[in-house]
């Protein structure tokens, strides 16, 4: 036994006193450097990991992984250090453990949904569903995943806003990056027109666009055209669309109608506008009034604006 000072205040419990408080200190100390151990390894083995990934893909899932592991250690260390904290004070775990079992009955009536959370969270990261860096659309909110972890999803709109989603409220998940993504356009053009022509104005403008050196990288395979998707009430809709890489089939649609509008402009293709048909009504006796039409020129225009003035 370690030889101490006589405290009087502690009389003949001093060294007693002083060894429990050395264990709990040496016990808190080595928790620590197990946190700080783990933390360190978990680091390793991520950029072990990101060096081995093939693609984005991986990396997002390594990292997500890796976030998940630090969670459970550190829930691990925190249980185990308090366990032994107990037993250094002479205060017996048995019975603790035995009443957390009719407590947590108790508990889980009332924290159902909590139960939820880390049941949905933990089947979220065995399945690879939600990945950090996916843009994800979950209890009708959507947003790029910032963080994954047994008791919530985060994540953060186009806006800026970050969204904190229970896991017990996930009933559905939308993923939109996962392994590759469709950059799906939908173009009207007016009934006059040649859908041939317009096939074909389509495919030369997906072509010079995969064959682009920014976003040849981008597009995985070359445009696909469906055809005839609706009839509008102005327009007819033709259906396309790129397979890209992940994140970016909002780039590669943008720029692709920015180029398509401007091939429609050089090759004289109507992109219309809704048609409105105008029904003045009908007296009883059947007769229609007519609609009285004035067209004024600039002379005519501006001698009506003097004429309210004065």
Known sequence: MIQT????????????????????????????????????????????AIQRADDAEDQRRVETLARAIRYFVNIFVVAVTGMLVLSELGISIAPILGAAGVVGIAVGFGAQSLVKDYFTGFFMLLEDQIRVGDVVKVADTGG?????????????????????????????VTNMTLEYSYALMDVGVAYREDLDEVFAVIRETGAALRADAVFTAKIVEDLELAGVEDWGDSAVTVRCRFKVVPLEQWNVRRE????????FDAHGIEIPYPHLTIYAGQAKDGHAPSHHL?????????????????
């Open 144 to 172: 790029l995943v910032e963080e994954v972890t047994l008791r919530h999803v985060r994540l953060r709109g186009y806006d800026g806003n970050v969204h904190f989603i229970p896991n017990s409220l996930i009933d559905k």
């Open 256 to 263: 692709f109608l920015k180029r398509l509008k401007a091939a």
């Open 5 to 48: 000072p006589d405290i009087p205040w502690l009389g003949d419990k001093a060294p007693q006193y002083l060894d429990v408080g050395l264990s709990i200190a040496l016990i808190l100390l080595l928790a620590v450097a197990l946190v700080v151990f783990s933390r360190s390894m978990i680091r390793v083995f991520k950029r072990f």
């Open 294 to 310: 004035a067209v004024e020129g600039r002379a005519g225009l501006l001698q009506n604006i003097l004429r309210k003035r004065s």
